[in-house]
């Protein structure tokens, strides 16, 4: 496995993030945004493809995830700006001028929090991958999972663990695989699980800046997801006209995994077709 280059960034509000880079120093920019109780590693398809030979990959783990900071408030992963800021953050600190960023799931998320505080004169384009964008909680599948209270017992806790990781692939992963997703996924604390599922942003609000959006925007979905359904991905293209929906047939949550090599094959074309704006 191809680890990266590993440097930090520091947050607006001081929160240290972990930041990984891989393939051409000289290439198309290309920044991945992992989702909810996952990190950087989820990307391992992505960064030994043919996308590393063309892109400088650039990604990081959410505060609370993976090798970044875990602050105690729950304010610190709550609130308008914060993922949005966190974006910003790590396109400053890695010298990105214009990138395309692709966000599966929560990465979706956060991609548009930056969207509606940033706006998208400093991206080239954006890919939403099995994301629920604008949130509204008829498009939750029954294998999303919310966290369990504080008081719970340690096996219910990592019996949900594996329950959700689980039900983000229609096409499981291999078991060698499915360990090291499950390894990432208990970094994750209960506590932050709670803080971030307090979060939420208002559908109206969210389409009026999708609305806004002029950068070229795919939508990835796979047709079988069971965590965030395929109306949301629905919902997002009706938000944004020009927007381009990919279905990946037989696939769940996590069609950069289930299918990677027609994934990274559409999102290479779509990061070129974003350097060429029409």
């Known amino acids: 496995m191809n680890f990266g280059t590993r440097s930090d960034a520091t947050a607006a509000d001081g929160i240290r993030l972990a930041v990984y880079e891989w393939g051409r120093p000289d290439g198309m920019e290309l920044l991945l945004i992992h989702g909810f109780?996952?990190?950087h590693l989820c990307f391992a398809p992505q960064v030994a493809s043919l996308l590393a030979e063309h892109c400088r990959i650039i990604a990081f783990d959410f505060r609370g995830h993976g090798a970044s900071a875990c602050?105690?408030?729950?304010?610190?992963?709550?609130?308008?700006?914060?993922?949005?800021d966190d974006i910003a953050s790590v396109i400053a600190a890695t010298g990105l001028r214009r990138p395309v960023i692709a966000g599966w799931?929560?990465?979706?998320?956060?991609?548009?929090?930056?969207?509606?505080?940033?706006?998208?004169?400093?991206?080239?384009?954006?890919n939403f991958v099995g994301s629920m964008v604008i949130e509204e909680a008829r498009?939750?599948?029954?294998?999303?999972?919310?966290?369990?209270?504080?008081?719970?017992?340690?096996?219910?806790?990592?019996?949900?663990r594996i329950a959700f990781l689980a039900g983000c692939f229609a096409k499981p992963l291999p078991e060698a695989e499915f360990r090291i997703a499950l390894a990432y996924n208990m970094l994750v604390?209960?506590?932050?699980?709670?803080?971030?599922?307090?979060?939420?942003?208002?559908?109206?609000?969210?389409?009026?800046?999708?609305?806004?959006?002029?950068?070229?925007?795919?939508?990835?979905?796979?047709?079988?997801?069971a965590i965030v359904l395929p109306e949301a991905a629905r919902l997002t293209q009706a938000a944004i006209p020009h927007a381009r929906l990919s279905w990946y047939e037989g696939c769940g949550h996590s069609p950069f995994a289930e299918d990677a090599p027609r994934f990274n094959t559409e999102l290479l074309d779509f990061v070129r077709r974003c350097q060429r704006p029409e």
């Open 189 to 225: 604390s209960g506590e932050t699980r709670r803080a971030i599922g307090g979060w939420a942003t208002d559908p109206q609000a969210t389409r009026d800046a999708l609305a806004r959006v002029r950068v070229p925007v795919l939508i990835s979905h796979g047709t079988a997801d």
């Open 139 to 160: 498009l939750r599948g029954t294998a999303s999972v919310r966290a369990l209270p504080a008081d719970s017992p340690l096996g219910a806790e990592i019996a949900t």
């Open 71 to 84: 602050p105690a408030q729950a304010a610190a992963y709550q609130g308008s700006r914060v993922w949005a």
């Open 37 to 39: 109780a996952q990190c």
């Open 105 to 126: 799931s929560m990465g979706g998320r956060i991609t548009r929090q930056y969207l509606m505080v940033h706006g998208d004169t400093k991206l080239a384009g954006v």
